[in-house]
T-cell receptor, first 116, second 112 residues
Framework: DTEVTQTPKHLVMGMTNKKSLKCEQHMGHRAMYWYKQKAKKPPELMFVYSYEKLSINESVPSRFSPECPNSSLLNLHLHALQPEDSALYLC???????????????FGEGSRLTVL | AQKVTQAQTEISVVEKEDVTLDCVYETRDTTYYLFWYKQPPSGELVFLIRRNSFDEQNEISGRYSWNFQKSTSSFNFTITASQVVDSAVYFCALSENNDMRFGAGTRLTVKP
């Protein structure tokens, strides 16, 4: 079983809805990540949190709003999404965040989002 | 920006065959890390190996082996005596400056 837990596993929402994806890890990792993965494509980095502060935002549209309430939790708030935002959203964590490397990333199983 | 190329989109082999997945990377940094991840149908990305840019030793772990060659900027992955359970998408990734970028992935199908 993965040590990074993501909920919900599946989410269907309309373009006017507000929903949230949640991610939790209890490995004491201090860095957490959101990736977006479209079908048959590699994961694309969206956000990186290091010590509960946003350190990387890959020019993600404001309809995606990350939040890191504490070192174990990472949320992704969704509002006014478009059908093209439908994808698998992967959360990951790593023990270290140095100037060089993110270290080994531990991934959750993902939340599969469908926007109607 | 760094770049990772996995030229093989799909590979199909018969069980017990050996198979090599290619990975070529580009970076301007001298310090970086290379990774291989496996993504089974469940969706989770499973870590297989991390290698830093100063360690060119090849590594073997059971049926898996990795060949890192800085001279050709390649980090290839070989599965010996493949099994049906090896069927998955395999991603090579490059990490530098807190930024991990993935290759396009290679879909491996191992047929019984």
């Amino acid at each position: 079983d993965t040590e990074v837990t993501q909920t919900p596993k599946h989410l269907v929402m309309g373009m006017t809805n507000k929903k949230s994806l949640k991610c939790e890890q209890h490995m004491g990792h201090r860095a957490m990540y959101w990736y977006k993965q479209k079908a048959k494509k590699p994961p694309e980095l969206m956000f990186v949190y290091s010590y509960e502060k946003l350190s990387i935002n890959e020019s993600v549209p404001s309809r995606f709003s990350p939040e890191c309430p504490n070192s174990s939790l990472l949320n992704l708030h969704l509002h006014a999404l478009q059908p093209e935002d439908s994808a698998l959203y992967l959360c990951a964590s790593s023990q270290e965040v140095t100037l060089v490397s993110a270290g080994e990333l531990f991934f959750g199983e993902g939340s599969r989002l469908t926007v109607l | 920006a760094q770049k990772v190329t996995q030229a093989q989109t799909e590979i199909s082999v018969v069980e017990k065959e050996d198979v090599t997945l290619d990975c070529v990377y580009e970076t301007r940094d001298t310090t970086y890390y290379l990774f291989w991840y496996k993504q089974p149908p469940s969706g989770e990305l499973v870590f297989l190996i991390r290698r830093n840019s100063f360690d060119e030793q090849n590594e073997i772990s059971g049926r898996y082996s990795w060949n890192f060659q800085k001279s050709t900027s390649s980090f290839n992955f070989t599965i010996t005596a493949s099994q049906v359970v090896d069927s998955a998408v395999y991603f090579c990734a490059l990490s530098e400056n807190n930024d991990m970028r993935f290759g396009a992935g290679t879909r491996l199908t191992v047929k019984p």
